[in-house]
């Protein structure tokens, strides 16, 4: 069993930054690719970016390229989401996920893929 635990969310002015984390336990994190998702309120769940188990891939929504950057640490066992130029659209609820290498990368923007997920942190950008 694999538990994720996020944390880093708060409230921001637009234009500000945030650095979200997932803690991976349970399992050692580079057995899986991992994702970052969102889900604003009355809306679905949403892929924002993955990483490879190594680290070698990646892959992010269009509208957060070049604004956001996913990174992982497989001996800490952590994965990062740092946020830049924050808008007020990226309001939501973010959440990691854990999804088993063996699936391949090809996987990675389903939230049916996914295995494990943590709890989710709030992001807030105020305009």
């Known amino acids: 069993q694999v538990q994720l635990v996020e944390s880093g969310g708060g409230l921001v002015q637009t234009g500000g930054s945030l650095r979200l984390s997932c803690a991976v336990s349970?399992?050692?994190?580079?057995?899986?690719?991992m994702g970052w998702f969102r889900q604003a309120p009355g809306k679905e769940r949403k892929f924002v970016a993955a990483?490879?188990?190594?680290?070698?891939?990646?892959s992010y929504e269009d509208s957060v390229k070049g604004r956001f950057t996913i990174s992982r640490d497989n001996a800490k066992n952590t994965v990062y989401l740092q946020m830049n130029n924050l808008k007020p659209e990226d309001t939501a609820v973010y959440f990691c996920?854990?999804?088993?290498?063996?699936?391949?990368?090809?996987?990675?923007?389903?939230?049916?893929?996914?295995?494990?997920w943590g709890q989710g942190t709030q992001v807030t950008v105020s305009s």
């Open positions: 996920a854990a999804v088993p290498a063996w699936k391949g990368f090809g996987v990675i923007v389903s939230t049916t893929a996914y295995n494990y």
């Open positions: 349970g399992r050692t994190s580079s057995n899986y690719h």
């Open positions: 990483i490879s188990w190594n680290g070698a891939s990646t």
